[in-house]
């Protein structure tokens, strides 16, 4: 058969006949509660293309008809490119930020002080009076005693520190400097023990006069170890009671070191007098 004879034969055959027809898709509806009770719906798939029958074929119009069973009320959707309104937006503060803790000044260190405080008439007591001397006995002063010409050594060359009086053989004053508790108790009241001078007293009974060590020593300062060793505090101090002498003289006894190193008891008593006295 001819081209234009098939041509013409199939123009006649499906004439009004459209041979595919495109269906549009039905909106499919939102569905936002079901109720328990009602029942399921059931919708039936969207028509699908159908292709046309012949002009002999009658197609049903039931056929083709979907069924929808009634759905809840759905919420209409909302426009698509409209923004949500902001007139009930409510705008809620971001919280407050925790205040920062106050800033406190660095401390200021104390300026250092002195290695040992000089003591004054406000540290320490005056010694009290001399009680009456015995018949033939006089009390000595700061400027003449009846004890002058009793001699004494001395290890040190510092005449302005701390004068430390002791009784000892010549032997063992040579190893004084040397010996470990000594040295303890200097350290202990931040001194060595070049910063003192060592006064041994040489005569076995009779003390050294304040007037005779002031002609080569200037120290105002006394530590005495041991009784009866310096002329003006014989008779006006007590051991680990520290005291000033006619104003100017700081003296503090205590016992023979040979007696400290091995008594715990003597050794807390003078180290509380030392501190009156040195740390004050």
């Given at each position: 058969?001819?081209?234009?004879?098939?041509?013409?034969?199939?123009?006649?055959?499906?004439?009004?006949?459209?041979?595919?027809?495109?269906?549009?898709?039905?909106?499919?509806?939102?569905?936002?509660?079901?109720?328990?009770?009602?029942?399921?719906?059931?919708?039936?798939?969207?028509?699908?293309?159908?292709?046309?029958?012949?002009?002999?074929?009658?197609?049903?119009?039931?056929?083709?008809?979907?069924?929808?069973?009634?759905?809840?009320?759905?919420?209409?959707?909302?426009?698509?490119?409209?923004?949500?309104?902001?007139?009930?937006?409510?705008?809620?503060?971001?919280?407050?930020?925790?205040?920062?803790?106050?800033?406190?000044?660095?401390?200021?260190?104390?300026?250092?002080?002195?290695?040992?405080?000089?003591?004054?008439?406000?540290?320490?007591?005056?010694?009290?009076?001399?009680?009456?001397?015995?018949?033939?006995?006089?009390?000595?002063?700061?400027?003449?005693?009846?004890?002058?010409?009793?001699?004494?050594?001395?290890?040190?060359?510092?005449?302005?520190?701390?004068?430390?009086?002791?009784?000892?053989?010549?032997?063992?004053?040579?190893?004084?400097?040397?010996?470990?508790?000594?040295?303890?108790?200097?350290?202990?009241?931040?001194?060595?023990?070049?910063?003192?001078?060592?006064?041994?007293?040489?005569?076995?009974?009779?003390?050294?006069?304040?007037?005779?060590?002031?002609?080569?020593?200037?120290?105002?300062?006394f530590l005495a170890f041991g009784k009866n060793l310096l002329d003006v505090a014989v008779y006006t101090t007590q051991p680990y009671e520290p005291v000033l002498l006619y104003g100017d003289t700081a003296f503090l006894?205590?016992?023979?070191?040979?007696?400290?190193?091995?008594?715990?008891?003597?050794?807390?008593?003078?180290?509380?007098?030392?501190q009156r006295m040195f740390l004050a």
């Amino acid at each position: 058969m001819a081209t234009a004879d098939s041509l013409a034969f199939f123009q006649n055959f499906y004439t009004d006949v459209s041979l595919y027809v495109v269906a549009e898709p039905a909106p499919v509806p939102v569905v936002t509660a079901v109720p328990v009770a009602a029942p399921v719906a059931t919708v039936a798939p969207a028509t699908a293309p159908v292709l046309a029958a012949p002009a002999s074929v009658e197609v049903p119009r039931a056929a083709v008809t979907p069924v929808v069973a009634p759905l809840a009320a759905a919420e209409p959707a909302a426009t698509p490119g409209k923004l949500p309104s902001l007139a009930n937006l409510v705008l809620t503060p971001p919280p407050a930020a925790p205040a920062p803790p106050p800033i406190q000044a660095a401390p200021v260190a104390p300026e250092p002080g002195p290695l040992f405080s000089v003591p004054t008439l406000a540290d320490l007591p005056a010694a009290p009076n001399a009680p009456a001397s015995q018949p033939g006995r006089i009390q000595p002063t700061p400027t003449q005693s009846p004890v002058a010409h009793i001699p004494f050594a001395t290890l040190g060359s510092n005449p302005n520190g701390l004068l430390i009086l002791v009784r000892l053989p010549a032997e063992e004053f040579r190893k004084l400097p040397r010996n470990v508790f000594l040295n303890n108790i200097l350290k202990a009241i931040r001194l060595v023990i070049e910063d003192v001078v060592l006064v041994n007293v040489e005569h076995e009974k009779f003390p050294v006069a304040l007037c005779t060590l002031r002609k080569t020593l200037a120290a105002k300062q006394f530590l005495a170890f041991g009784k009866n060793l310096l002329d003006v505090a014989v008779y006006t101090t007590q051991p680990y009671e520290p005291v000033l002498l006619y104003g100017d003289t700081a003296f503090l006894g205590a016992s023979e070191i040979k007696m400290l190193e091995y008594d715990a008891g003597r050794k807390k008593q003078l180290w509380q007098a030392m501190q009156r006295m040195f740390l004050a």
